[in-house]
């Protein structure tokens, strides 16, 4: 069955430390990948999107994602992480054959000030 | 406000009552979706309508969850005999074709 793996369950930072957070998905086919972002108290949100095309996607707020297909991995990453990303992010995918999204877990994100 | 809505953003209930909750998708999106989320888990798929066609059900949703999206506008979700294990936020989510989909903010279900 197709899933989504996130193997960092919490992560804590200082700002302006770098951030990588790991997915990997499991399909073998044509997948489209999205992170989304839970600040505290409010709806998920999508931070990118990969359809197709250049494998490194840009998003919001500074977020970029790569898409290795080799890897099966679609990792989120930022340069410098704010107090203000403190949330939480999921890592979904949606297959071709399908309409409805497959999330990972969830990466708990702390950023110390 | 434009986006997801759902109402009621909290409930709670005894075991063995029926609950009801509505969607509010964005206006011209033709789909729209129902998940489910447990404590320290991503969101589960439950349902999806396109239009007012529910084109896909879940294993996760037993002959107790029923779900409506009569004129392809707002949809309902109901839960019959809750039990405890449905004590969960139950998320809506809408798109337009092939496309992102928009979460509203939830319903948060306590069965007690």
């Known amino acids: 069955a197709q899933s989504v793996s996130q193997h960092n369950h919490h992560v804590i930072l200082s700002e302006a430390a770098s951030l990588e957070l790991g997915c990997n998905y499991s399909?073998?086919?044509?997948?489209?990948l999205f992170w989304y972002v839970q600040y505290p108290g409010q709806h998920l949100q999508l931070l990118l999107k990969?359809?197709?095309?250049?494998?490194l996607v840009k998003g919001i707020k500074g977020f970029e994602a790569e898409f290795i297909k080799s890897k099966f991995s679609f990792n989120l990453r930022k340069p410098s992480v704010q107090w203000s990303d403190t949330a939480e992010y999921f890592c979904?995918?949606?297959?071709?054959?399908?309409?409805?999204?497959?999330f990972g877990s969830g990466t708990r994100l702390l950023v110390r000030p | 406000d434009t986006g997801v809505s759902q109402d009621p953003r909290h409930k709670i209930t005894k075991r063995g009552q029926n609950v009801t909750f509505r969607c509010d998708p964005i206006?011209?999106?033709?789909?729209l979706y129902w998940y489910r989320q447990t404590l320290g888990q991503g969101p589960e798929f439950l349902t999806y309508?396109?239009?007012?066609?529910?084109?896909?059900k879940s294993r996760l949703l037993s002959d107790r969850f029923s779900a409506e999206r009569p004129k392809g506008s707002f949809s309902t979700l109901e839960i019959q005999r809750t039990e405890q294990g449905d004590s969960a936020m139950y998320l809506c989510a809408s798109s337009l074709e092939n496309n992102e989909q928009f979460f509203g903010p939830g319903t948060r279900l306590t069965v007690l």
């Open positions: 309508f396109q239009n007012e066609a529910q084109l896909e």
């Open positions: 399909y073998g086919g044509t997948v489209n």
């Open positions: 979904a995918s949606w297959m071709d054959s399908s309409y409805k999204l497959i």
């Open positions: 990969y359809f197709s095309g250049d494998p």
């Open positions: 206006s011209e999106h033709n789909r």
